[in-house]
């Protein structure tokens, strides 16, 4: 696979993975952990663009919280290029202030933004499928995302509705459309030109440097101020004094919506289905589904633990590693154990583990998140 020289990877490194306390803590989010594997989310993420670009081209947003732990995960990556946000603004400003820094030195570069916590089953056709979106995007004004094409209805995911055909397997897009409803969700997957919005997307650094200009030119002047000031002493200060002055606003929000509003035709923004066995592990359920699907465990109880005695369970995930684990009659639970806290509930009611932090928060139970 051959490595563009103007493709410059930016991963989005700077979320809490709430959903999956309690082993994911502030200093030790969903991304530094090793939930498929070996390796954590944010070392796959960079392994598996490795081959399209070298680790001086990486530029990583995170927090300050995290910073610490990615340096150590990913030492060959330049330090500066793992940018801590003073305060999270969301990725409109993340993904800008990287288009700004590149475009100072590099005219023509390539931006990919990716998250830093997802899984790719077929990474060869992932990378095959950013290459097309790299020659689209570097072919004139144009933005590209990956879709997903949907096998379930699923209410998680923003959605792509896709229109007439651009070049080979592009597709224009019509519009973007935040989580729907199960009826909406299954009306999407029926229609068949609906696709899961990955958030994962590419396009020039002056192609969204001038979006951010013309949708949010406040945030824009105050990232090229910070860009601006990047690589001399006055960086660190200038980061921390501007940055929380901007917008807290997702790009698919501030660019995306507006620029498709258009209409397909004149908005440039176009849609390259995918089908690389692509799952955000949005959840304890998720994880559990991810597992179970590739390993088949018996009566799809997964179970990490010093030992393992299993009567009448079934559909279990169960996180206790260095004790016995016991689970008897006991059906569609996640119990995930570590030192400081055991969290007890069903894959039904996994996607309100988040709540648990938010009262955390509130009660100033710092320790425990």
């Not at 500066?80 to 023509?108: C, M, Y």
């Not at 990378?127 to 097309?132: F, L, S």
């Not at 790299?134 to 229109?163: D, F, H, M, Q």
Request: proline share 6%; with cysteine.
């Amino acid at each position: 696979m051959a490595r563009h020289s103007n493709f410059y990877p930016v991963i989005l490194a700077g979320g809490r993975g709430t959903r999956f306390w309690p082993l994911s803590r502030k200093k030790r989010a969903k991304q530094l952990l090793a939930l498929d594997g070996k390796q954590t989310m944010i070392q796959q993420t960079v392994a598996r663009l490795l081959p399209l670009a070298p680790p001086n081209r990486f530029w990583i947003v995170t927090n300050h919280d995290l910073r610490p732990a990615i340096l150590k995960q990913l030492p060959k990556l330049p330090k500066p290029q793992v940018l801590a946000e003073p305060l999270g603004r969301n990725t409109a400003p993340a993904i800008g202030l990287a288009a700004f820094l590149l475009l100072r030195e590099h005219s023509d570069a390539v931006l990919g933004m990716f998250p830093s916590d997802h899984v790719i089953a077929d990474e060869k056709s992932y990378r095959a499928t950013i290459e097309h979106g790299v020659e689209i995007v570097s072919a004139g004004e144009n933005i590209v995302v990956l879709g997903i094409r949907p096998n379930r209805a699923e209410t998680g995911y923003g959605y792509i509705e896709a229109g007439s055909v651009f070049s080979g397997d592009a597709l224009r897009v019509r519009r973007f459309t935040e989580k729907p409803d199960a009826q909406k969700a299954a009306a999407f997957v029926a229609a068949g030109n609906y696709f899961w919005n990955s958030g994962m997307f590419l396009w020039s650094a002056r192609t969204l440097a001038n979006a951010l200009r013309e949708h949010l030119p406040k945030t824009a002047s105050l990232l090229e101020e910070i860009a601006a000031a990047f690589g001399t002493h006055k960086f660190a200060a200038t980061f921390r004094k501007l940055y929380p002055r901007c917008e807290n606003i997702s790009v698919d929000y501030a660019v995306l919506e507006p620029r498709s509003a258009k209409g397909e035709q004149s908005s440039n923004i176009f849609c390259l289905p995918a089908d690389f066995g692509w799952n955000d592990l949005g959840s304890w359920t998720a994880l559990h589904e991810h597992h179970t699907a590739k390993s088949s465990p018996p009566e799809g109880n997964l179970i990490n633990g010093a030992g393992v005695f299993v009567l009448n369970a079934h559909g279990n995930y169960v996180h206790a590693p260095g004790k016995f684990v016991a689970a008897v009659g006991v059906h569609d639970l996640v119990v995930v154990e570590t030192p400081d806290a055991l969290l007890i509930t069903t894959r039904q009611h996994a996607q309100d583990v988040g709540k648990v932090v938010k009262y955390l928060d509130e009660k100033k139970l710092h320790r425990l998140v």
